[in-house]
């Protein structure tokens, strides 16, 4: 985590102000606590936090329990997030803030409008505000993640509901199409624009 | 008087306090001296200058009497003959490329010896032409019977009619030698030839000078010249000798350029505005250009079904020693296989590799791989049998066992595993033990035909033996292939293909094959009859094969670039560790499961690709990878389905780019995705056997334009991403040709950028091509099916990448030829391109090599709309000609007028093209068109605009979000820029702002803050940096910026300012040497002038001719050059001049460039570009009496002796009125003769006193010399001067007796 340092330029001011040079110093410590306590950078970008260690996931009824082992060394303010799909690749998964906490307990349909069984695949990772999010760690195998299958109640065969599209979180895409993505990668989203916008300058 | 001051022409002559000067030139300043400013010398000599040695590219001979030259392996050519002329032996192709400034000389070197009784005459001729015929220019020598190497000509030797550049440039440049024996056999041997040529020094001017300092702090000098040529001196192996390095840059233009990650950036223009494109690195390729111009064509690869029966799965059976079945020759279980120290290594020694009778006893098992698995058995109840299982080949061979016999007897074939254990001390069998070894890897049948290939990802589910359930890669095809097709053509009911082969084994009579791609012959439901499926392979000869097509009619023979696979029923894998077995094993080995055996009619299970390509609509790109790492931005976008049954797409139509490109990257959307991705290489993911393997989607090459990626939508995803924000490709642009770079953040900041249309497709024909092998149409546009489009093809550019070239092989002239178009309406995103209401002009590079420029024709670029019944009732919104008349042999920048908006309607027709073509090109002539920009005309420079790089990645700009538009008060155009604490400053005409560094954000939302909105600079060249501040030259004087607001450092010379010829300002150079405290402005100043009277006659500098130079010793702050101007008022309110203060002179050097360049002691030394056109670059030396031999006009005037105030001071011995100047005493040295003018009352009086005779000056000098004036007047000015070759003076006293005037101090009248 970069912090801000106005060393060197206080120094220079304290020469001939010592008030304005005091007064910079409480500001420099002011911003730069205030950023460790938020698990944010006042200069550029924090690194990303270290790939969390396992996820877990139980199911009973149509309830899953989603638990992250996590003992990497971490600062105030980590985020984790979940994410599941209905495919194992996560083309457009949906994104639960998990905040602080290392788990969650969801509830998912055990099938889809037509009644059929769904299969759902879980991925975790974690974040600090203004850092990148971490590596993501899929339950199963990273390339061949583990379904698992909601048991709804044995008399109806669970409830049939298709999950509508995710719209994404943070600073990705509206249309779900960049999981992984956490508070975002980017600080800013851009207006929505066709690719390859870079028009002629005419007109302006 | 010991105080000389400097120009200080605001303030009247005779108002100037002692020290201050009303008039000096061509002088410097010391503390308490002023001496004649440093001469001139040429720092390079031109002398000599050669290009090569180089070396022959091709060659050839002409038999002479059935005789021929031949070649040793070694590579000496030799010949033996009998009597008369030998053979004639030819080399060409020297790769010269020298630039115009002529060719003084040219020397070949060449080494070799004879044979024989007699030394033959041996002549060497210079050719033109590639088929070696000779010039007749020849010269004559003899070899010697040892090798030797002579040198024929020399640095003036003209070989009587010497050829001219761009003759020596062209491949058919060489020589061809033969030798004339007196009658007895002869033998020659030639070992090499080279060849250099001398180059001329050239007329003109030098316009750029930069220090190019590598990361091993190897320096380099870069040097422009007016004529175009960028030269380079290695300043660290070969320093004062310059190379030609570019030569394509147009003529009488500048240059700024910016060191940044290892490479120099330079920026070519008129000052004004770019004129060549921008280049860079090692190779000089552009600073960033265009992506491909045609999309690749991709399909799923389907196969109908995924799901196969299995007929069986065999391994390799069990081996052992051949000589004696069921037991090994020896076991080894230690630290390697020739030790018996304990270690983990078994060593299964398997067979003897003795030699009997010339032959090895037993065979090397070939199918033993490292990497792979292997079963070893001990036999039970021997000293190994614990050790029995599967393991990982490490090592396969021969070695010797320890205690075995020492002669070859000794040594046995061997492979080698890992064991967990470790072995005790001297764990081996030493004889033979029972045992066998099988490997695991299996051979899979099906029960239906296949397009598998190697790398392919196979599911068996259900097997009969259910531990072979689980997911493998595909390693070999036994029978199937993948075929490149080359050819088709039909006759008589056959279909001919030709092909080569890409993967798997070659087709025979019966193979299936499906076919894809072909273009050739008629087209039935949108595709070539030659695209089948499924079809059974007639017969095939050599890399032919023939398919029966009967009814079809007879198609001639055609290119194509189509894809065939066969299918086949038989593959291989290795399962790894544990899957092992015959068929016999089951149950015995626990933990291992048997081979499988089934029918077709009841397979032993089933398998099925692993797609991982999920249903859905994709989209998939090509973009170029040039040899300097950068990606371009994306061709326009194809789009394409894959189903749940694809495992792989297949590529074709992969454009191939121009020489720079290394690489190909496809990158794809997942299914029903929008955003893009790549695989930059093989992804291997450890499996529970073998590992799955993905394929990169990058093409190692610029050639194949075929590729087929396997990998699964979850891993394109975690990989390279092409259009996330700081790495957007399809926002990149290729910039236009700009005036400046400035790098700060680990970036690059691109000003004064040409301004183009940037949705045009390809309209620097760098964008590639798309069939191998031919270059024809540029990707992206289509031959004009209205027009004559023959005659047209891509050539590689002089300049870089491809041009587009048209030509007229008669007989006649031609009304149209080489007509292409593209689409003028929308992009491939849906963007417009020509938008309504909106003037366009066109700016294009172009030359005609053939040089016929006086018989008509013309290039001519078209908008136009064919509607519904082309051509008949096409509209014409604009045509834009450039005749052959205004072209010349080489490139040039021609411009003109395109669309006028009246005449686009304010919509605009969705079928609008643009289409260019020849017109009217008279047989033989040509265009060659390097490329072309249509841009807006009211806006043919993004002036406002600063375009930045991403970080660590200088090529790529991007266009939306690397875009700074530096108009918040106002549109003056940004002329430059610099950094100075941490921050990024904008100089505009008469505004600065600043920006900094927000390292989560891309450059178009920096902040943009004003720092003035009155003082910018002027030029692109006007502005240098101290210590941690800045000087800049704009209209209103000299600034000096240190992070407060800019200070006026010129009022002392603003009358001088005042008389530049600011037509031209934009050509101010400003130079700080912060060693010798002095300031440098380069300035066009039209002469004479009130400060330099004697100057020659030039009312109207359009590039400085005059150097105001400011010495600022000893003020050692940006603060004191503030404070220290030249006079200021004491506390008493008496107007002083003080020593250590600015001080200004006038230097007369015309020089449109000037710099500071690192030398070899690491020094940095002002270089001065000459403005005299002689090409030489010039350094300050003070022991130079002359510049390069020309006077050095030094002169200084003094102040008028003596103001009121001393006046008052001396009281009654000097008059207020007029005084008797008596005597005068110099502390004055130097050489050659000066002239002293005593100038009574004026500066410029009518009558000035000139001491007689001048002053013979030695150095040093003697003792202070004297001159008796008896002068009577108000105030005497003295003026110094030198103005010879040989002459110059340092002045540091001046000692006048001064007194009332005897005779009448007043005059009494007015």
Not at chain 2, 280 to 293: E, I, L, M
Not at chain 2, 1029 to 1037: D, E, L, N, S, V
Request: proline letters at 7%; glycine letters at 10%; aromatic letters at 10%.
């Amino acid at each position: 985590m970069s912090l801000l340092d106005l060393s060197k330029h206080t120094q220079a001011i304290q020469v001939r102000d010592r008030e304005t040079a005091a007064a910079l110093r409480l500001v420099e410590n002011a911003i730069n606590h205030m950023a460790k306590s938020s698990g944010s950078s006042p200069i550029g970008e924090p690194s990303a936090p270290s790939p969390i260690q396992q996820l877990d996931v139980k199911v009973s009824g149509e309830t899953a329990h989603a638990t992250i082992t996590d003992n990497s060394p971490l600062t105030r303010n980590i985020h984790y997030f979940l994410e599941y799909a209905t495919e194992p690749q996560f083309l457009a998964p949906h994104i639960e803030h998990l905040g602080t906490s290392r788990g969650r307990i969801i509830n998912l349909p055990t099938n889809g409008d037509d009644g059929t069984p769904q299969n759902y695949y879980f991925r975790a990772y974690s974040q600090y505000p203004s850092s990148k999010p971490s590596e993501k760690v899929t339950f199963g195998q990273s390339h061949a993640p583990t379904p698992v299958v909601m048991q709804g109640v044995p008399t109806n065969g669970g409830t049939n509901m298709t999950l509508l599209p995710s719209t994404g979180s943070g600073t990705a895409a509206g249309n779900g199409q960049q999981g992984g993505f956490g508070f975002g990668k980017f600080q800013n989203r851009p207006a929505v624009l066709p690719k390859r916008s870079v028009g002629t300058n005419a007109g302006r | 008087m010991n105080m000389f001051g400097g120009l200080c022409a605001e303030i009247a002559p005779t108002d100037l306090p002692e020290g201050a000067s009303p008039l000096n030139y061509d002088v410097d300043f010391d503390i308490g001296a002023v001496y004649t400013r440093a001469g001139l010398n040429p720092v390079y000599s031109f002398q000599d200058l050669a290009a090569g040695p180089k070396f022959a590219g091709s060659g050839g001979q002409i038999p002479v009497n059935n005789v021929q030259w031949t070649t040793t392996p070694a590579g000496v050519d030799t010949v033996t003959w009998l009597n008369g002329q030998s053979p004639i032996l030819w080399w060409n192709d020297f790769g010269f490329d020298l630039p115009q400034t002529g060719v003084t000389g040219i020397e070949v070197q060449i080494s070799g010896h004879y044979t024989g009784p007699v030394s033959p005459e041996c002549v060497l001729e210079l050719t033109l032409t590639t088929d070696g015929r000779g010039l007749g220019i020849a010269k004559t020598f003899f070899f010697q019977t040892n090798d030797t190497t002579l040198t024929l000509g020399g640095p003036s030797d003209t070989w009587s009619a010497i050829a001219a550049v761009n003759e020596i440039n062209t491949p058919g440049f060489g020589v061809q030698f033969y030798a004339i024996s007196p009658g007895q056999t002869t033998s020659l041997f030639i070992n090499a030839i080279a060849i250099r040529a001398f180059i001329a020094e050239g007329l003109n001017n030098v316009n750029w000078i930069k220090t190019f300092i590598e990361n091993d702090d190897s320096t380099h000098t870069f040097v422009l010249d007016s004529q175009g040529v960028v030269w380079e001196e290695d300043v660290t192996h070969n320093p004062g000798v310059l190379v030609p390095e570019i030569t394509t840059i147009y003529p009488e233009q500048f240059a700024h350029s910016a060191s940044n990650l290892n490479e120099e950036w330079i920026m070519f223009s008129d000052l004004k505005k770019g004129t060549n494109i921008p280049r860079h690195g090692t190779n000089w390729d552009r600073v960033s250009q265009v992506g491909p111009g045609a999309p690749p064509s991709c399909v799923g690869n389907a196969t109908g079904t995924n799901v196969w029966g299995i007929i069986s799965i065999t391994q390799e059976p069990r081996r052992s020693d051949p000589e004696h079945p069921g037991t090994f020759q020896d076991a080894l279980w230690s630290a390697s296989p020739t030790t018996d120290d304990p270690g983990n290594v078994l060593t299964v020694f398997y067979a003897s590799a003795r030699i009997e009778n010339g032959h090895f006893v037993s065979l090397p098992d070939a199918h033993l791989v490292v990497g792979q698995a292997v079963n070893i058995e001990f036999g039970a109840g021997t000293q190994f049998a614990s050790l029995n299982g599967t393991y990982i080949i490490t090592n396969q061979g021969f070695a010797r066992p320890p205690g075995a016999s020492e002669d070859q007897n000794g040594e046995r074939w061997m492979f080698t595993v890992q064991t967990v254990q470790t072995s005790s001390q001297n764990a081996q069998a030493h004889a033979q033990i029972a045992g066998t070894y099988q490997l695991t890897l299996a051979t899979i049948t099906l029960d239906k035909l296949a397009t598998w290939q190697a790398g392919d990802q196979i599911t068996i589910q259900g097997p009969a033996v259910g531990g072979w359930a689980g997911t493998y890669s595909i390693l070999k095809a036994i029978n199937g292939g993948q075929y490149q097709i080359t050819g088709t053509s039909l006759t008589n009911g056959i279909a001919t293909y030709d092909f080569t082969l890409v993967s798997g084994v070659l087709p025979t009579a019966g193979s299936i094959v499906t076919i894809t791609g072909c273009v050739n012959g008629p087209f039935f439901n949108g595709s070539s009859i030659f695209n089948v499926t499924n079809a059974t392979v007639n017969s095939v000869t050599g890399s032919s094969f023939t398919i029966r097509m009967a009814g079809q009619p007879n198609v001639a023979a055609a290119v194509e670039n189509g894809n065939a696979v066969e299918l086949g029923t038989v593959f291989q894998f290795d399962p790894g560790l544990s899957h092992l077995g015959l068929a016999s094993d089951l149950g015995a080995r626990p933990g291992v499961f048997p081979a499988l055996s089934g029918t077709a009619q009841n397979p032993a299970g089933t398998v099925s690709l692993t797609g991982g390509l999920g249903a859905g609509v994709r989209q998939a790109v090509t973009i170029f990878e040039t040899r300097n790492g950068y990606l371009t931005a994306p061709s326009p976008p194809v789009t394409f389905g894959t189903t749940t049954e694809d495992n792989s797409i297949v590529v074709s139509n992969i454009c191939i780019g121009p020489p720079n490109v290394i690489a190909r990257i496809v990158a794809f959307t997942p299914a029903n995705g929008g955003f893009f991705f790549y695989i930059p290489q093989d992804i291997t993911i450890p499996n529970a056997g073998q590992p799955l393997t993905y394929t990169s989607t990058r093409v190692a090459n610029n050639s194949d334009t075929q590729a087929t990626f396997t990998f699964t939508d979850g891993l394109l995803m975690a990989s390279v991403s092409i259009d996330s924000p700081g790495n957007d490709l399809f926002n990149q642009i290729e910039i236009g040709a700009s005036c400046w770079v400035v790098p700060y953040a680990a970036r690059n900041f691109y000003g004064l950028m040409n301004n183009k249309v940037a949705n045009f497709v390809n309209t620097t024909f760098d964008g590639g091509f798309l069939t191998p092998g031919q270059f024809n149409y540029p990707a992206g546009w289509t031959p004009e099916p209205n027009i004559n489009s023959n005659n047209g093809r891509l050539v590689t550019s002089p300049v870089f990448g491809f041009s587009y070239y048209i030509f007229n092989p008669g007989p006649g002239t031609v009304e149209v030829l080489g007509g292409m178009h593209q689409s003028a309406f929308q992009d491939a995103y849906q963007v417009p391109i020509i938008r309504p209401n909106t003037d366009y002009s066109i700016r294009v590079d172009v030359r005609t090599p053939a040089g016929i420029t006086n018989l008509g024709g013309q290039l001519l670029f078209d908008l136009v709309s064919y509607g519904p019944n082309p051509p008949v009732t096409g509209k014409l919104f604009a045509s834009l000609g450039f005749p052959l008349s205004a072209m010349s042999t080489q490139f040039q920048t021609l411009t003109g007028q395109f669309l006028l908006k009246g005449n686009m309607p304010l919509t605009v027709p969705s079928d609008t093209i643009l289409r260019l073509y020849a017109s009217n090109l008279p047989a033989g002539a040509d265009i060659e068109i390097d490329r072309f920009e249509i841009y807006p005309t009211r806006e043919p420079t993004l002036t406002v605009d600063v375009m930045a790089s991403y970080v660590d990645n200088l090529e790529a700009v991007d266009g939306v979000s690397g875009d700074l538009g530096i108009s918040v008060t106002n549109n003056q155009p940004v002329i430059g820029a610099f950094t100075q604490f941490d921050l990024l400053y904008f100089l505009k005409t008469a505004s600065m702002f600043s920006t900094q560094d927000s390292p989560t954000e891309e450059p178009a939302l920096w902040k943009i803050r004003e720092i003035s909105n009155k003082i910018g600079t002027i030029g692109i060249h006007s502005y240098d940096y101290g210590e941690e501040w800045m000087i800049t030259a704009c209209r209103q004087g000299v600034y000096i910026f240190s992070g407060r607001e800019p200070i006026k450092i010129s009022q002392e010379i603003q009358p001088v300012w005042d008389a530049i010829n600011w037509a031209a300002g934009y050509t101010i150079v400003v130079r700080n040497d912060v060693a010798s405290r002095r300031l440098f402005i380069h300035v066009p100043l039209p002469t004479p002038n009130p400060w330099l009277p004697e100057a020659l006659l030039n009312p109207n500098p359009t590039t400085p001719n005059v150097i105001l130079m400011m010495s600022y010793k000893e003020l050692q702050t940006a603060a004191a050059l503030e404070d220290r101007g030249p006079v200021k008022v004491s506390f008493s309110g008496k107007l002083i001049s003080w020593d250590m203060s600015r001080k200004w002179s006038l230097w007369q050097i015309p020089s449109p460039y000037s710099a500071f360049v690192r030398r070899p002691d690491g020094t940095e030394q002002l270089f001065i570009g000459n403005g005299r056109r002689n090409s030489r670059v010039y350094q300050l030396d003070q022991n130079a009496l002359s510049d390069d031999g020309l006077a050095i006009p030094g002169l200084y005037t003094t102040y008028g002796f003596i103001q009121g105030e001393e006046a008052r001071q001396y009281g009654p011995v000097v008059s207020m009125y007029r005084k008797l100047y008596k005597y005068s005493s110099y502390n004055i040295s130097g050489a050659g003769m000066l002239k002293l003018r005593a100038l009574v009352n004026d500066w410029m009086p009518t009558y000035p006193y000139e001491a007689p005779g001048g002053i013979e000056l030695t150095c040093p000098g003697d003792s202070n010399r004297e001159i008796p004036f008896n002068l009577e007047g108000q105030r005497l000015f003295l003026e110094f001067s030198t103005n010879h070759p040989e002459a110059n003076f340092r002045l540091s006293e001046i000692i006048l007796s001064i007194a009332k005037s005897p005779w009448a101090q007043v005059r009494g009248i007015n």
